[in-house]
C-alpha cells in the first residue's frame, strides 16, 4: 500500500502519518478524536459502511454515513468504539473494533472498522 491514504490493519503504523499529514496514530493504529484539530475530516471504514467523522469545536462529532443510522450529519457526543470484549472506549477509533455513537435511546455498534482515512484536515 505504498502512498496509500488507507490505513489497512493488515500493517503496521509505525510512522503515524496518512497521506503525508501527521495523525496521532498509536501502536495498535487507533486515533485518539480528542487531539485531532477541529475540522479534520475522517472516513472510518467498517466491514459495510464508510462513515465521516469530523470533530467540532463544541468537542461533539459530525458523523454521517450509515443509510438508516445516519444517513446526513448528526452531531453526537460519545462517539468511540466497542472492543471484542463490549467495552466501550470514547474519543477512540481503532481497526478492528466496532463503532461506536449514540442515537436516540440507543447506543448504535457496526461492522468491525477496517480502515481508518485522513480525508482532509483544516
Known amino acids: ?3 496509500s491514504r488507507i490505513y489497512n490493519s493488515n500493517i503496521g503504523a ?3 502519518i496518512l497521506g503525508g499529514i501527521p495523525l496521532p496514530v498509536d501502536a495498535d493504529g487507533g486515533v485518539a478524536l480528542g487531539v485531532l484539530p477541529v475540522g479534520t475530516v475522517l472516513e472510518v ?6 462513515y ?3 470533530p467540532q469545536a463544541s468537542g ?3 458523523i454521517w454515513g450509515h443509510p438508516d443510522y445516519c444517513p446526513e450529519p448528526m452531531l453526537t457526543a460519545g462517539l468511540g468504539c466497542v472492543h471484542v470484549t463490549g467495552v466501550v ?3 477512540y477509533v481503532a481497526p478492528g473494533m466496532r463503532l461506536s455513537f449514540p ?6 455498534q ?3 472498522i477496517v480502515a481508518i482515512q485522513l480525508s482532509r484536515k483544516n
Open 45 to 50: 471504514r467498517t466491514r459495510n459502511t464508510t
Open 103 to 108: 442515537k436516540g435511546e440507543r447506543r448504535v
Open 14 to 16: 509505525a510512522s503515524g
Open 52 to 54: 465521516t467523522v469530523i
Open 110 to 112: 457496526t461492522s468491525r
Open 1 to 3: 500500500m505504498a502512498n
Open 89 to 91: 472506549r470514547e474519543g
Open 60 to 62: 461533539e462529532m459530525m
